[in-house]
């Protein structure tokens, strides 16, 4: 069966700070990857998703980036963390090719200070 | 761009009611999924929908995908205290990619 991994769980880092999630799936392959932030506000936020190693699309411009180093690695990435940055972020993915039904990890949450 | 509007943004109601809530979309869809989060939790896949009109079943809980393709249901019989949580409803169009567009979410509150 799939595994989704997100680490760490939860996260406090100063401004300024650099930061660094991690994701990943076991158990399938060639997956389709993605990024989400969920605010307090309770919706869920598309920030990047990844069809491929290497493969990265942006939905929103923002302080943070991604990449896919490895199949079924997901990492997202900022040099300089703004306070607005803070929340739950989320990652999931999907069966490549049948993009229908996505599923996620179990978050992880980041407060900037 | 497109919107789903999901209401009610939140129930309270007593154990063993009956709980109904609903997405609209400015857009077609080819695919409608309902999600359950819980407080500090990454989003359950519940069920998944993929033609218009179709009616599909987990549990005490049922979901259709409306005709026009616009819009969605889900019902859950009996409630629970463990049915506490945040229900999201998810779609997805044929000319997106594979993206998923989500509703604001309804908390359910179960009084025992």
């Known amino acids: 069966s799939q595994t989704i991994h997100q680490w760490p769980a939860t996260l406090v880092q100063p401004v300024g700070s650099p930061l660094s999630l991690e994701c990943t799936v076991e158990?399938?392959?060639?997956?389709?990857l993605y990024w989400y932030r969920q605010a307090a506000g309770r919706g869920l936020q598309l920030l990047f998703y990844?069809?491929?190693?290497?493969?990265i699309s942006s939905e929103v411009p923002q302080n943070l980036s991604a990449s896919r180093p490895q199949d079924r690695q997901f990492i997202l990435s900022s040099k300089k963390l703004l306070l607005s940055d803070s929340g739950f972020y989320l990652c999931a993915w999907s069966v490549l090719g049948q993009p229908r039904e996505q599923y996620f990890g179990p978050g992880t949450r980041l407060t900037v200070t | 761009g497109q919107q789903l509007n999901q209401s009610p943004q939140s129930m309270f109601i007593q154990e063993g009611e009956d709980v109904s809530m609903n997405c609209t979309s400015s857009?077609?869809?080819?695919?409608w999924l309902w999600y359950k989060q819980e407080p500090g939790e990454g989003p359950v896949l519940l069920i998944a929908?993929?033609?218009?009109?179709e009616l599909t079943s987990n549990g005490r809980l049922t979901a259709q995908f409306g005709i026009t393709r616009k819009d969605s249901f889900l019902n859950i019989s009996a409630s629970i205290p463990s049915d506490v949580g945040i229900y999201f409803c998810?779609?997805?169009?044929?000319?997106?990619?594979?993206?998923?567009?989500f509703g604001q979410g309804t908390e359910l509150s179960v009084k025992p």
């Open positions: 929908l993929y033609k218009a009109g």
């Open positions: 158990g399938t392959s060639n997956p389709n």
């Open positions: 990844s069809v491929g190693i290497g493969q």
């Open positions: 857009s077609i869809f080819n695919t």
């Open positions: 998810a779609g997805q169009a044929n000319n997106q990619g594979g993206k998923l567009i």
